[in-house]
């Protein structure tokens, strides 16, 4: 029976292929966003568990993750340098990293911040030291440089329009160990850097100002500013003071669970924000489920149509082939071995065609998955789960009962009926 089956398969073969393919495209879709929107989560998860408590002044929750932690360029309002000083001197706080934003190389975001956030939610240092001075820069793992090189900041990113600032030019000491995180993209410069390349000297006149910046958030003030010189160790990384310039967000580790929740109550309220990134991504992902809902709904859609057609095509397919089926029940064939005929040779295609499925749609999810990482720097898992594979049995067993509405019909075809037709 199953060499009968598979020389059927082979003289049909084009009808064979059209039905895998067919089977394969509407499963590769269903398997490719329930893949994917699991990557994205474990992928944002893992990239805000290295930083507790992020701190900025009041506003949106979710840009202050997505600048924050995720390096997602956008306008935020600046804290004042006197939270920054007021979390440097709190007992309750482990370090506090200022991050700045605006200024790129080459596509690559460059942060200004101090050395406590490369130890603290960096992993350390792979490659070189940590930045001494103004005019030295600290890389992530994916930045394609090497110590002793030159960047030259960029205001903006890259096709945005933005210039080069010729005030400074960051000289590369170190490499970041791999974090599989945004960061691993990112230039990481002393803050002292990004306020002076900006007219943000502590005590100037911008210090707690945003209305000096331009729509582009670059300050005029700093054209024709005298190139930086490089300073000892000291002079970075603090002590803060109240006048110290604003930031657009500070990274903190707490020392206890306790003292994170304390943090997040105090600076909640007036001027200032602070958020779990973990809280706020849970927020985005019932954003996300509601899109995979939908998308779920349209690949379930895809699949009800694909198997309406395949069970036409196979209707079809017996009726057309009623001398075959008439003549073999007249050499004396059995009824359940055409039964087991006709459901083996569907059943064959269909189950083909799922698991071919599978394999396309792991693949695109793997593809989207390493485009993204390219694009933003979130490594993002993908892999197979116990609860996919129960899927793909109820598939299978699926296509095992629409396999055989077919089978009996034949099953049921007179012989003496068949072939007179």
């Known amino acids: 029976m199953i060499r009968f089956v598979f020389a059927d398969l082979r003289r049909l073969w084009a009808g064979s292929l059209v039905v895998i393919l067919l089977v394969a495209l509407a499963t590769a879709l269903g398997v490719a966003v329930t893949l994917q929107e699991r990557a994205l989560r474990l992928g944002s998860a893992r990239a805000a568990d290295k930083f507790d408590l992020v701190v900025g002044a009041a506003g949106s929750e979710t840009q202050l993750v997505l600048s924050s932690i995720f390096l997602q360029a956008a306008p935020l309002p600046l804290v004042s340098g006197k939270v920054l000083h007021d979390l440097a001197e709190d007992p309750r706080v482990l370090w506090a990293a200022p991050v700045g934003f605006g200024d790129s190389f080459d596509g690559h975001p460059i942060v200004g911040t101090t ?17 001494a001075a103004r005019a030295e ?14 960047v030259k900041p960029m205001h903006g990113m890259a096709g945005e329009g933005g210039h080069t600032h010729a005030e400074i030019a960051y000289r590369v000491v170190g490499r970041m160990a791999p974090t599989g995180t945004p960061w691993d993209r990112a ?8 306020w002076g390349l900006h007219g943000m000297e502590p005590g100037g006149a911008h210090a707690h100002d945003e209305s000096d910046h331009d729509s582009s958030g670059h300050d005029d003030a700093t054209e024709g500013d005298p190139p930086h010189h490089e300073e000892p160790t000291a002079a970075l990384g603090g002590p803060w003071s109240e006048t110290t310039p604003g930031v657009p967000a500070i990274l903190v580790k707490p020392r206890t669970f306790a003292d994170a929740y304390k943090l997040r109550g105090e600076y909640r ?47 079809m397919h017996v009726s057309q082939r009623r001398r075959q089926i008439g003549a073999l029940r007249a050499l004396g064939a059995p009824r ?15 189950a083909i065609g799922i698991l071919a499925g599978c394999a396309l749609g792991y693949g695109a999810a793997r593809l ?10 979130v490594v993002l898992p993908v892999a197979f789960a116990r609860a996919d594979f129960t899927l793909v049995l ?9 396999s055989a509405l077919p089978a009996w019909m034949a099953y049921r075809q007179p012989p003496a009926a068949a072939l007179r037709a």
């Open 115 to 131: 050395t406590a956030l490369i130890d603290g939610a960096g992993g350390g240092l792979a490659e070189g030291r940590a930045f």
């Open 269 to 315: 309220s007036g001027a200032t924000l602070a958020v779990f990134p973990g809280e706020v991504l849970t927020a985005l992902y019932a954003t996300l489920g509601d899109a995979k809902a939908v998308l779920n709904a349209v690949a379930l859609g895809a699949q009800l149509l694909v198997a309406a057609a395949i069970a036409l095509v196979t209707v």
């Open 187 to 194: 230039i990481l410069v002393p803050i002292e850097a990004v």
């Open 137 to 150: 820069a600290v890389i992530g793992a994916a930045v394609p440089l090497r110590p002793g090189q030159e």
């Open 394 to 402: 109820a598939l299978l067993g699926v296509s095992a009962l629409l």
């Open 368 to 377: 989207l998955s390493a485009l993204f990482t390219r694009e933003n720097g």
């Open 336 to 350: 359940l071995a055409l039964f087991g005929i006709v459901w083996l040779e569907l059943f064959v295609l269909v």
